[in-house]
């Protein structure tokens, strides 16, 4: 199982430039997240999809798009980037059952806007 | 509004001693999970250990602990016999009851071991 993937790994991107962000899980799970994290503030829900076909705003979902392209993949779309999303971003998944509801998450992508 | 909050920033700890990093917590929940993440240079975030709410129990895996006083929203981590490998920023973070799953993270401790 490879668990969660990401890519890319690194991306720079000039302001007002766009780029979508890839997800995908092999572990079968319902639910998937994607996260920002910044300097000092933790990891930030940006939007999730609790299941396939569905997908809701988190804390900082300013600026950013997502598609739950099928039941393994979830893309996060910047139309056109700022500065402000200079950030690290993780996927994760979790199979919204049991009682743990543990996450589990991508190696990260680390954005670059300049 | 759940909130989670890691008042330490930096904590650092010699080899083969014991270290304990905060979180407190703010809900009106009563079945919730809570969880510490560790995440080491590489990035990766690996799940270091989880309290169900409703357990009275300290859980514990292998060297780590945790300290859950569920009446003072606090959550602490004792890590034991510190190891250079447990060097990472360690993350706290909230589950509530929904079936969203959605997680809310603490701002992070930066541990670091001495030899």
């Known amino acids: 199982n490879a668990g969660v993937t990401q890519t890319p790994k690194f991306q720079v991107l000039k302001t007002g430039q766009s780029m979508t962000l890839q997800c995908a899980q092999d572990?079968?799970?319902?639910?998937m997240y994607w996260y920002r994290q910044d300097p000092g503030m933790g990891l930030r829900l940006i939007y999730y999809?609790?299941?396939?076909?569905?997908?809701d705003k988190g804390e900082v979902p300013n600026g950013y798009n997502v598609s739950r392209l099928n039941k393994r993949e979830f893309s996060l779309r910047l139309e056109s980037a700022a500065p402000s999303q200079t950030s690290v971003y993780f996927c994760?998944?979790?199979?919204?059952?049991?009682?743990?509801?543990?996450?589990?998450f991508g190696p990260g992508t680390r954005l670059t806007v300049t | 509004a759940q909130t989670v909050t890691q008042s330490q920033p930096e904590m650092s700890v010699q080899e083969a001693e014991t270290v304990t990093l905060s979180c407190t917590y703010d809900?009106?929940?009563?079945?919730?999970?809570l969880f510490w993440y560790k995440q080491p240079p590489s990035r990766q975030m690996i799940l270091v250990i989880r309290?169900?709410?409703?357990?009275?129990q300290n859980a514990t895996e292998n060297r780590f602990s945790v300290n859950f006083q569920k009446a003072a929203k606090s959550f602490s981590l004792k890590i034991s016999d510190s190891q250079l490998g447990d060097a990472a920023m360690y993350f706290c973070?909230?589950?509530?009851?929904?079936?969203?799953?959605?997680?809310?993270f603490g701002q992070g401790t930066t541990l670091q071991v001495k030899p």
């Open positions: 572990m079968n799970h319902n639910s």
């Open positions: 809900t009106s929940e009563s079945d919730y999970y």
């Open positions: 309290q169900e709410a409703y357990k009275q």
């Open positions: 999809s609790a299941s396939e076909g569905t997908t």
């Open positions: 994760a998944s979790s199979d919204g059952q049991g009682t743990s509801y543990e996450q589990y």
């Open positions: 973070a909230y589950r509530g009851s929904s079936n969203t799953g959605k997680l809310i």
